[in-house]
């Protein structure tokens, strides 16, 4: 029997590099989901804390402090933030699909990841990115050490592709062969994002919009 989710493509910038600013901002956001109706909120690539937007206007060695700072504001998992995420999901009883930074608890890897929640809060899934894009580029040549590629999730129910992994053939064929739908979701939600600044939050911001699915 077919079902009919509502889906919300949530279209925000994040408040960039400040991790605690940007999870308030999920927490209201999701808010304004639930509000018209979603069960499932799948926000934008890299959105906690942001994007390595700075690639492409700052030369190889004026970025270090940039690549610090995205280290220090990165989501472990688990971790404080990812608690956080999960807590959100919990409240609104929704499924949260998000793109985060991740990094390892101890080291200097971080991982283009996507992570998928509940409704009760549980972790459901973990995605790395197979192509790391902006950090991939700058391998060896910043602070920061990009994360290998991944295979696990990349077919997993839970989890999802990200970016440029939705063109990938092989990955596409597995996720339909599950009826995979999440990922793609989030790229409608990255693709028609507001361009990102390397700023704060802009002062008006696109509130989730939100569509029916038939599965």
Same mark, same amino acid.
């Given at each position: 029997?077919?079902?009919?989710?509502? &889906?919300?493509?949530?279209?925000?910038?994040? &408040?960039?590099?400040?991790?605690?600013?940007?999870?308030?901002?999920?927490?209201?956001?999701?808010?304004? #989901?639930?509000?018209?109706?979603?069960?499932? #909120?799948?926000? *934008?690539?890299?959105?906690?804390?942001?994007?390595?937007?700075?690639?492409? &206007?700052?030369?190889?060695?004026?970025?270090?402090?940039?690549?610090?700072?995205?280290?220090?504001?990165? &989501?472990?998992?688990? !971790? *404080?933030?990812?608690?956080?995420?999960?807590?959100?999901?919990?409240? #609104?009883?929704?499924?949260?699909?998000? !793109?985060?930074?991740?990094?390892?608890?101890?080291? !200097?890897?971080?991982?283009?990841?996507?992570?998928?929640?509940? *409704?009760?809060?549980?972790?459901?899934?973990?995605?790395?990115?197979?192509?790391?894009?902006?950090?991939?580029?700058?391998?060896?040549?910043?602070?920061?050490?990009?994360?290998?590629?991944?295979?696990?999730?990349?077919?997993?129910?839970?989890?999802? *592709?990200? !970016?440029?992994?939705?063109?990938?053939?092989? #990955?596409?064929?597995?996720?339909?062969?599950?009826?995979?739908?999440?990922?793609?979701?989030?790229?409608?939600?990255?693709?028609?994002?507001?361009?990102?600044?390397?700023?704060?939050?802009?002062?008006?911001?696109?509130?989730?919009?939100?569509?029916?699915?038939?599965?």
């Amino acid at each position: 029997m077919d079902k009919t989710v509502r &889906v919300a493509a949530v279209q925000d910038n994040p &408040v960039l590099l400040n991790r605690e600013a940007t999870l308030d901002l999920v927490d209201e956001l999701t808010d304004q #989901a639930v509000q018209q109706g979603a069960q499932l #909120a799948v926000f *934008p690539e890299a959105f906690v804390p942001g994007p390595p937007v700075w690639i492409d &206007v700052l030369a190889v060695g004026d970025d270090e402090e940039w690549h610090a700072l995205l280290l220090e504001q990165s &989501v472990t998992v688990p !971790g *404080p933030a990812c608690d956080r995420l999960a807590a959100v999901a919990r409240r #609104a009883g929704v499924v949260l699909v998000i !793109g985060v930074d991740e990094r390892d608890e101890h080291g !200097g890897t971080v991982y283009n990841s996507v992570l998928t929640f509940g *409704p009760d809060g549980s972790l459901l899934g973990r995605h790395r990115k197979l192509m790391l894009g902006e950090l991939h580029a700058a391998r060896a040549l910043s602070p920061l050490r990009a994360g290998p590629r991944d295979l696990a999730g990349a077919d997993a129910v839970h989890g999802g *592709p990200l !970016g440029r992994e939705h063109a990938a053939h092989r #990955a596409r064929r597995g996720l339909l062969r599950r009826r995979q739908r999440s990922g793609h979701a989030r790229r409608l939600a990255c693709g028609l994002a507001p361009r990102r600044r390397c700023c704060a939050r802009a002062p008006t911001s696109t509130t989730a919009g939100c569509s029916t699915a038939t599965r």
